[in-house]
């Protein structure tokens, strides 16, 4: 298998310095410990033997993890969710697992590079449907129809999106289901930003109904915990489930006892976490709505729900951008994501958003 390093990973590792503000962080609030566990729960962590954990995860954790889905999902259960770690794990053992040399993969394109890139690692090949900003970043169904050929093997998509902000709908979801089934292709769904539903239309879909479907999700995006590094999968497919547990044997073999157990704790307060780090993205995306509005150069489609956006300069970009970055201000462009132009990804999960918004507005 050949590895190539992830796009934004290598443009990080390029700059000449880190920058104090991310303007295009994907991830929600960072918080601490100490803000979010309390005196006798940070000791309980402490308290926790260094040792092996079970492969599927702790099963106070995943039941925590199923109480996200229970209403979404009555029928599954906690044997049918895999603990790992991240979503970077969970997405490159879903393709490991289902992906031959040959075999094809449609997915949207700008991306996530993980979502484009893998595919080609276990020898499969990668077919974008090219989203456009004049259809709002929206594909249709007839996109993803056209590039299945018999050697397609999966659908994968991401909702809300990165990094446009585009949301799929039930409708939209119910149809690719109906095309997966018809082809016998698995249907692989990054719901990384699935609870950043700021404001409340509703963003989780039921794509587990189809047999072939899976989810991936992570601590790291909504909550805003990507230094506890806890992900999962959840499918109703018995065999993918067996599958991708013995290949974390061969990985990661389990998690860290230490992240575990506060993820459990995490998941105690989950709803909370999740309303207040939403309430933080809504109140920035209006913010840089109003940045928007105020600067003719910039224009794009305002996000419904997740944490990201992806905007247009009418002005060249790398001059905008490294003028940004003087003041100390990072901004990714879109090529990192597969979109060429003059746009650029903006995140709106953190706290200091209207700090590094006010810098780059200076004159």
Same mark, same amino acid.
């Given at each position: 298998?050949?590895?190539?390093?992830?796009?934004?990973?290598?443009?990080?590792?390029?700059?000449?310095?880190?920058?104090?503000?991310?303007?295009?962080?994907?991830?929600?609030?960072?918080?601490?410990?100490?803000?979010?566990?309390?005196?006798?729960?940070?000791?309980?962590?402490?308290?926790?033997?260094?040792?092996?954990?079970?492969?599927?995860?702790?099963?106070?954790?995943?039941?925590?993890?199923?109480?996200?889905?229970?209403?979404?999902?009555?029928?599954?259960?906690?044997?049918?969710?895999?603990?790992?770690?991240?979503?970077?794990?969970?997405?490159?053992?879903?393709?490991?697992?289902?992906?031959?040399?040959?075999?094809?993969?449609?997915?949207?394109?700008?991306?996530?590079?993980?979502?484009?890139?893998?595919?080609?690692?276990?020898?499969?090949?990668?077919?974008?449907?090219?989203?456009?900003?004049?259809?709002?970043?929206?594909?249709?169904?007839?996109?993803?129809?056209?590039?299945?050929?018999?050697?397609?093997?999966?659908?994968?998509?991401?909702?809300?999106?990165?990094?446009?902000?585009?949301?799929?709908?039930?409708?939209?979801?119910?149809?690719?289901?109906?095309?997966?089934?018809?082809?016998?292709?698995?249907?692989?769904?990054?719901?990384?930003?699935?609870?950043?539903?700021?404001?409340?239309?509703?963003?989780?879909?039921?794509?587990?109904?189809?047999?072939?479907?899976?989810?991936?999700?992570?601590?790291?995006?909504?909550?805003?915990?990507?230094?506890? *590094?806890?992900?999962? /999968?959840?499918?109703? =497919?018995? @065999? #993918?489930?067996? !599958?991708?547990?013995?290949?974390?044997? %061969?990985? +990661?073999?389990?998690?860290?006892?230490?992240?575990?157990?506060?993820?459990?704790?995490?998941?105690?307060?989950?709803?909370?976490?999740?309303? *207040?780090?939403?309430? /933080?993205?809504?109140? =920035?995306? @209006? #913010?840089?709505? !109003?940045?928007?509005?105020?600067?003719? %150069?910039? +224009?794009?489609?305002?996000?419904?729900?997740?944490?990201?956006?992806?905007?247009?300069?009418?002005?060249?970009?790398?001059?905008?951008?490294?003028?940004?970055?003087?003041?100390?201000?990072?901004?990714?462009?879109?090529?990192?994501?597969?979109?060429?132009?003059?746009?650029?990804?903006?995140?709106?999960?953190?706290?200091?958003?209207?700090?590094?918004?006010?810098?780059?507005?200076?004159?």
């Amino acid at each position: 298998m050949q590895f190539r390093a992830m796009k934004h990973h290598d443009f990080y590792e390029s700059l000449p310095r880190r920058a104090r503000y991310n303007l295009s962080d994907a991830c929600g609030a960072t918080a601490t410990l100490q803000d979010i566990l309390s005196a006798d729960e940070i000791a309980a962590v402490a308290s926790v033997p260094l040792i092996y954990g079970s492969v599927e995860g702790r099963d106070d954790l995943r039941s925590g993890i199923y109480n996200l889905y229970q209403k979404l999902y009555p029928e599954l259960g906690v044997d049918h969710i895999t603990v790992l770690s991240g979503t970077e794990e969970g997405l490159f053992s879903i393709m490991a697992c289902v992906l031959e040399p040959g075999d094809e993969v449609i997915g949207m394109l700008p991306c996530y590079p993980s979502l484009s890139d893998l595919p080609a690692c276990f020898g499969a090949v990668f077919k974008s449907v090219e989203l456009k900003s004049e259809n709002c970043w929206q594909p249709s169904i007839e996109d993803f129809s056209a590039l299945i050929t018999e050697r397609t093997k999966a659908i994968v998509i991401n909702s809300p999106h990165n990094p446009t902000g585009m949301l799929l709908d039930q409708d939209f979801v119910d149809s690719l289901i109906a095309l997966c089934g018809q082809h016998g292709l698995y249907l692989i769904s990054d719901d990384v930003f699935a609870f950043s539903d700021f404001s409340e239309i509703g963003c989780q879909f039921n794509v587990l109904k189809y047999e072939k479907a899976i989810l991936a999700n992570v601590l790291s995006k909504t909550f805003g915990l990507p230094g506890v *590094r806890i992900g999962w /999968v959840m499918t109703g =497919n018995e @065999e #993918l489930t067996k !599958s991708i547990r013995h290949l974390k044997t %061969y990985n +990661s073999i389990c998690q860290s006892q230490l992240d575990e157990q506060v993820a459990c704790f995490v998941m105690q307060k989950a709803d909370a976490i999740i309303k *207040r780090n939403n309430e /933080v993205v809504r109140q =920035n995306i @209006e #913010l840089f709505d !109003s940045f928007v509005a105020t600067n003719d %150069y910039l +224009s794009w489609h305002k996000p419904e729900a997740g944490m990201l956006g992806l905007v247009h300069s009418s002005e060249p970009l790398k001059p905008l951008l490294d003028l940004w970055f003087e003041k100390d201000v990072l901004v990714l462009p879109g090529k990192l994501f597969g979109i060429e132009g003059n746009y650029f990804r903006v995140g709106f999960g953190k706290t200091d958003f209207p700090e590094a918004l006010a810098r780059i507005s200076a004159d």
